[in-house]
């Protein structure tokens, strides 16, 4: 049974910095591409980040280029997004997802995790 679990997500104020981490279980994911999206509340599911399956390739949303860093551990079979100079409106529940196809769009992917919630207070 495949299984993505984050963790991480917590309150923070302003400016200050969380780091997300998604362990992926029930296969290997070595040859799919990982990737972040989040939910605000009242909002739709909107792209975060993704890191190719060898990780020489990432991609961001552009609210978050330059602040957040995603990473993987292939052999750990483990996915990261570290978060810095965070905003109110970074504020959403943060899923995991993998995917076989490079993309933004959420249909593209095929297992996500149950999410954590990041808050960040002004």
């Known amino acids: 049974q495949v299984q993505l679990v984050e963790s991480g997500g917590g309150l923070v104020q302003a400016g200050g910095s969380l780091r997300l981490s998604c362990v992926a279980s029930g296969r290997t994911f070595s040859r799919y591409h990982m990737g972040w999206f989040r939910r605000a509340p009242g909002k739709e599911r909107e792209f975060v980040a993704v890191?190719?399956?060898?990780?020489?390739?990432?991609d961001y949303a552009d609210s978050v280029k330059g602040r957040f860093t995603i990473s993987r551990d292939n052999a750990k079979n483990t996915l990261d997004l570290q978060m810095n100079n965070l905003k109110p409106e970074d504020t959403a529940v943060y899923y995991c997802t993998v995917a076989k196809r490079w993309s933004r769009v959420s249909y593209e992917y095929d297992y996500w995790g149950r999410g954590t919630q990041v808050t960040v207070s002004s």
């Open positions: 890191i190719s399956w060898s990780g020489g390739n990432t």
